[in-house]
C-alpha cells in the first residue's frame, strides 16, 4: 500500500492523503494523531489538511471532472467493478483497520461493514445502464426529455461510526453519475477510508477521487463554503448538519445530509420476548456501543410483558463480552475516543443522579482491569426515568437503552413522534395491521418491523425531520443526490424553411 510518507524507528508512521492522483503531505506539513481507543495509544498520523489543501484538491477535482464526465457511464461502471472486486480481495486488512481506529468489533462488527463497502461499489456498478431521463409528448412538433447530468465537483464529508461503507456510499454513487469528488474521512477513523482510496485511486483516472484528512472546522468548513463545489453530501451529527447547511446556502449549493437520531422502538403484548430480546438488543447496535444512528436507543414496552421483557434483555447482555476489538471472542469494543467517551459517562451520571433505582444494569464504566485501559463501556439499561432527563431525548451514541412502558397505542405513536429526530424507528408485534399502522403513524424515515438489522443497499434509506434531508442509498437515491436534472425543448417544426 501507499502507506507512509517517512517512518523512522519509533516514529508513528505517517500516511499520506491523496490529491491529484498523488499522495501528499498538508502543505503546512501538519499532522494528526490516530488514537486506538482500546488501548489509547497513537498509532498513526495523517495529514492536517487546511483550506489551501483542501483548495488544491477541488481544483484537480475540477479539472478530473471535464473529461470524467464525457466517460461513458458503462465505462465508469466497469471501474467500478473492479475496484469492488480489490476491496473484496482487501477485506480482512481493511475490517483490521477499522477495528483499531475506531474500536468497533471485528467479529460482529468491522468485518461486516468492510464486505459491505465492496458490495456497494458492486451494486452501484451495476446501475450504469439507469442513469436515464424522461421524454415527454407535449405537441407533435416539439421533442421535451430530461437529462440526469453531474453536478461537478461533489464535496463528501463523513463521520468515524462506519467509515468505510459511509464512504463507499458517497464514493461510487457520485463517480458513477459522472461527478468528481473531494472527500473528507472523520479525523477520527481516517486509515481505512485512505486504504480504500488506495485502491480506487488504482483503478480511477487521477483527480477523479480526491481523499483529504483533517479537522471539521478548517477542512470540513472549507469544503462547505468552497465556490467550486456545487454539490455537499454530509453525514454527521444534526449540529454540524446546520452549519453545513447554513454555508451551503450562501452560494444555494446542493445538500444531502444524514444526521443524527433518537430512534424508538415500540413493543406490542403478543410478542415472542425471547426472539424481540435478541431484536431489540441488535436495533440498539450493542455490538457497535450503541454508536449507530439508527439505534433504537427509546425502548417503549407494553406494560403487561415489561418485566418480562426487561429479564430477558439485563440477563442476554449481562453475558455480552465487552473487549479488545480485535479478540474474535468480543462481541464489542469499545467507544472511539475521548471525547465521546466523556460524553456518554456525562449522560449515564446525570440520570443516576435524577433517579439512581433506574438503572437496572451497567453504570459508569471500569476505572480497574482492563477495560479500563481503553474507552471501554458496558451495556446500560435505564427504567422510567423522567422524560426530562437528557438521555431520553437526546443522541447518546452510546451503549445506552432507556426504557419505558405504555398502555394505548396512541399514546406512544404521540411520545415516540415527540422528538426533533425522525431517522428510523422499530415496531415489534405479531399483528400486522397494529404494527402497519404504527409503521405508517411515525415521522421517521425508514421503519423497520419484526427486524433490528441495519441497512440494506438498495434501501431508500434518510430521515426525517432534523435528522436529514435527501436519500442516497438507492438507485433513485443516487440520481436525487448526485445528478441535477436539465430540461431540453425542441423545436421540430420547420422554423421557416421549406420541408425537403
Ligand atoms: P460530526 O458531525 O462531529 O462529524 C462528522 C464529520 O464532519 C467529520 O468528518 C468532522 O470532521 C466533520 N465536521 C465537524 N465539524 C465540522 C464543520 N464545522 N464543518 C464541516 N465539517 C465538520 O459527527 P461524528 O461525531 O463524526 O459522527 C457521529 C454523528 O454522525 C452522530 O450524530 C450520528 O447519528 C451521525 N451519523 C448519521 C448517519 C446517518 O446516516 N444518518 C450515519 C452515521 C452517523
Not at 523512522?8 to 506539513?29: C, F, H, N, R, Y
Not at 469492488?84 to 481506529?101: G, P, T, V, Y
Not at 482510496?197 to 483533517?214: E, Q, W, Y
Not at 450562501?250 to 445538500?255: D, G, L, M
Request: hydrophobic residues 45%; glycine residues 8%.
Amino acid at each position: 500500500m501507499h502507506d507512509a510518507i517517512h517512518a523512522t524507528p519509533g516514529e508513528l508512521s505517517k500516511q499520506a492523503m491523496l490529491i491529484d492522483g498523488q499522495w501528499v503531505s498538508s502543505l503546512e506539513d501538519e499532522w494528526i494523531a490516530v488514537e486506538n481507543p482500546a488501548t489509547r495509544q497513537a498509532f498513526a498520523l495523517v495529514p492536517r489538511a487546511r483550506s489551501a489543501d483542501v483548495d488544491r484538491a477541488v481544483k484537480a477535482a475540477g479539472t478530473a471532472f471535464s473529461r470524467w464526465k464525457m466517460t461513458s457511464a458503462a465505462e465508469r461502471g466497469r471501474l467500478l467493478y473492479r475496484i469492488a472486486d480489490a476491496m473484496e480481495a482487501a477485506k480482512e486488512d481493511l475490517a483490521k483497520m477499522i477495528s483499531r481506529e475506531n474500536g468497533n468489533a471485528l467479529r460482529t462488527q468491522s468485518r461486516g461493514e468492510a464486505a459491505l463497502a465492496a458490495e456497494v461499489f458492486r451494486y452501484v456498478a451495476g446501475l450504469a445502464r439507469e442513469l436515464k431521463g424522461h421524454s415527454m409528448y407535449l405537441q407533435p412538433e416539439t421533442l421535451d426529455y430530461t437529462r440526469r447530468e453531474p453536478y461537478g465537483v461533489v464535496g463528501a464529508i463523513i463521520p468515524w461510526n462506519a467509515p468505510l461503507v459511509l464512504a463507499a456510499l458517497k464514493v461510487a454513487p457520485a463517480l458513477m453519475t459522472g461527478n468528481t469528488m473531494v472527500l473528507k474521512a472523520s479525523e477520527e477513523a481516517p486509515l481505512a477510508v485512505l486504504a480504500m482510496s488506495k485502491i480506487c485511486a488504482d483503478h480511477l483516472p487521477a483527480g477523479v477521487l480526491n481523499t483529504i484528512t483533517g479537522y471539521g472546522a478548517e477542512c470540513g468548513a472549507a469544503i462547505a463554503e468552497h465556490p467550486m463545489i456545487p454539490k455537499i453530501s454530509f453525514t454527521g451529527s444534526t449540529a454540524v448538519g446546520r452549519s453545513i447547511l447554513a454555508a451551503a446556502s450562501q452560494r444555494v449549493a446542493a445538500v444531502t445530509l444524514e444526521l443524527g437520531g433518537k430512534s424508538a422502538q415500540i413493543v406490542f403484548p403478543d410478542v415472542d420476548c425471547d426472539f424481540v430480546t435478541e431484536g431489540v438488543i441488535t436495533a440498539m447496535r450493542f455490538s457497535r456501543q450503541g454508536q449507530s444512528c439508527t439505534a433504537g436507543s427509546r425502548l417503549f414496552v407494553h406494560e403487561s410483558i415489561a418485566d418480562r421483557l426487561i429479564d430477558r434483555l439485563s440477563s442476554r447482555l449481562s453475558a455480552m463480552r465487552v473487549g479488545d476489538p480485535l479478540d474474535e471472542s468480543s462481541d464489542a469494543g469499545s467507544l472511539v475516543n475521548e471525547k465521546q467517551f466523556r460524553r456518554v459517562c456525562g449522560f449515564v451520571q446525570e440520570a443516576i443522579e435524577r433517579k439512581p433505582e433506574a438503572l437496572l444494569l451497567g453504570g459508569m464504566p471500569p476505572v480497574q482491569g482492563p477495560l479500563s485501559k481503553g474507552y471501554f463501556f458496558e451495556p446500560t439499561l435505564f427504567f422510567d426515568l423522567p422524560e426530562d432527563v437528557r438521555m431520553t431525548r437526546e443522541e447518546v451514541f452510546g451503549p445506552v437503552l432507556s426504557i419505558a412502558t405504555w398502555k394505548h397505542e396512541d399514546e406512544v405513536i404521540e411520545r415516540a413522534n415527540a422528538s426533533h429526530y425522525g431517522l428510523a424507528a422499530f415496531v415489534w408485534s405479531r399483528a400486522g395491521a397494529p404494527a402497519l399502522r404504527v409503521a405508517h403513524a411515525l415521522d421517521v424515515g425508514w421503519v423497520l418491523i419484526n427486524q433490528g438489522g441495519g441497512q440494506s443497499i438498495g434501501h431508500s434509506y434518510g430521515g426525517m425531520k432534523q435528522s436529514g434531508a435527501g436519500r442516497e442509498f438507492s438507485l433513485e437515491g443516487m440520481l436525487a443526490s448526485f445528478t441535477d436534472l436539465k430540461q431540453v425543448s425542441v423545436s421540430l417544426g420547420d422554423q421557416g424553411f421549406e420541408k425537403l
